[in-house]
Nanobody
């Protein structure tokens, strides 16, 4: 199971860090990712980090602004979001390659 947190309201240009804690004894072997879903749109991939720590991003939408990382002792994965834009407004979900989804956390960026 995954528990996401850290969302809220921020002004454009601001920063926010999302957290996702996994209740898994095999967290160090999981591939983890972040997705988001804006109103009226489909859920889309944002970033992922595999078991070895290699990260990948949806370059077009978050190029150079978002960073995914993980803390194995804390069973946590993070999404550091900088230079936020109003178009980043969405519900953000964490996901594991076991097929689990977090409950989603709302991020709202005001212009």
């Amino acid at each position: 199971q995954l528990q996401a947190s850290g969302g809220g309201l921020v002004q454009a240009g601001g920063s926010m860090r999302l957290s996702c804690v996994a209740t898994s004894r095999a967290f160090d072997r999981l591939d983890m990712g972040w997705f988001r879903q804006a109103p009226g749109k489909e859920r889309e991939f944002v970033a992922a980090i595999n078991w070895s720590g290699a990260a990948s991003y949806d370059v077009d939408s978050v190029k150079g602004r978002f960073t995914i990382s993980k803390d194995i002792p804390k069973n946590a994965v993070y999404l550091q979001m900088n230079s936020l834009k109003p178009e980043d407004t969405a519900v953000y979900y964490c996901h594991s390659n076991l097929g689990y989804w977090g409950q989603g956390t709302q991020v709202t960026v005001s212009s």
